[in-house]
C-alpha cells in the first residue's frame, strides 16, 4: 500500500469522521472505528470524571448505622468487583474476533460499537458505585473507611480512562508506521488491568477492626 491508500489515519472525535469511516473503510477502520466511539462515549462523562478527580459528590446518600457499617460496605465492596470484572470480560480474545474479525476479515461495525459503549457503560457505572460510596452518611468515626474503600474503584476507574487515550495514541502510531511504508508486525493493545493491591486490602481490614469497639 502507499501513503495515499490510508485517507484517514488519525481516530476522528465526532459523528462526521464516524460516518467517514464507515464509508471509506480505510485500512484498520474497525479499529478507527472502535477508538471513535470509545472518545464519543467516554466524553458524555467528562464531568463526572473530574468529579471524581476532585473527591466530589452531588449526591446525599442514606444514614448507615454504626451496627450496619460493616454489612453495608462489605455489599459495596463486592459491588464494585463484579463492574471491574465484566470490563475484562468484555475484551476477550474470543469477543475481540467477533467484533473485529479474524484475520483477512472485515469487522462487524454494529459489535465494534456496542463494544465500545458497554466498556464506557461499565466505566460509567464505576463513577456512580465511587459517588455513591462517597454519598454514604456514616458516623465521624467510621469516615476513614469509607475513604479506603471508595479507593477501590480509583485504579480501575483510572485505568479505563486511560485506555481509551492509550488506544487512540496506539492505533494512530500503527497506521503512521504502515503509511511510512514500515512493515509489521505491528501490535494493537486492547488489554485493561486493575491491580487493586494487597495494600489497600491490609488497610481497609484494619480499619475496620478499629472501628469495631464502635460498632459492638
Not at 59 to 87: F, W, Y
Amino acid at each position: 500500500m502507499t501513503i495515499d491508500d490510508y485517507p484517514v489515519r488519525q481516530v476522528p472525535r465526532d459523528e462526521s469522521g464516524r460516518l467517514e469511516i464507515l464509508a471509506l473503510r480505510p485500512p484498520l477502520w474497525e479499529y478507527l472505528l472502535f477508538g471513535n466511539a470509545l472518545y464519543l462515549a467516554r466524553a458524555a462523562h467528562e464531568a463526572r470524571w473530574r468529579d471524581h478527580q476532585l473527591g466530589y459528590s452531588l449526591k446525599v446518600g442514606p444514614v448507615i448505622k454504626a451496627d450496619q457499617i460493616p454489612t453495608v460496605l462489605s455489599e459495596r465492596l463486592s459491588h464494585v468487583g463484579a463492574i471491574a470484572s465484566n470490563i475484562a470480560t468484555i475484551l476477550t480474545d474470543t469477543a475481540q474476533e467477533r467484533a473485529f474479525g479474524k484475520p483477512g476479515e472485515p469487522g462487524d461495525p454494529v459489535l465494534i460499537e456496542h463494544m465500545a459503549d458497554r466498556l464506557i457503560g461499565l466505566y460509567a457505572l464505576l463513577l456512580d458505585w465511587a459517588e455513591e460510596t462517597r454519598a454514604l452518611r456514616v458516623p465521624d468515626w467510621a469516615d476513614r473507611l469509607k475513604e479506603i474503600l471508595t479507593a477501590y474503584a480509583a485504579q480501575p476507574i483510572e485505568r479505563t480512562h486511560d485506555f481509551v487515550d492509550e488506544f487512540i495514541e496506539n492505533i494512530e502510531r500503527v497506521i503512521a508506521k504502515l503509511a511510512a511504508g514500515q512493515e509489521g508486525p505491528h501490535h494493537i493493545i486492547m488489554q485493561i488491568t486493575f491491580e487493586i493491591g494487597d495494600e489497600l486490602s491490609h488497610q481497609y481490614d484494619k480499619e475496620l477492626e478499629r472501628i469495631r469497639r464502635y460498632i459492638n
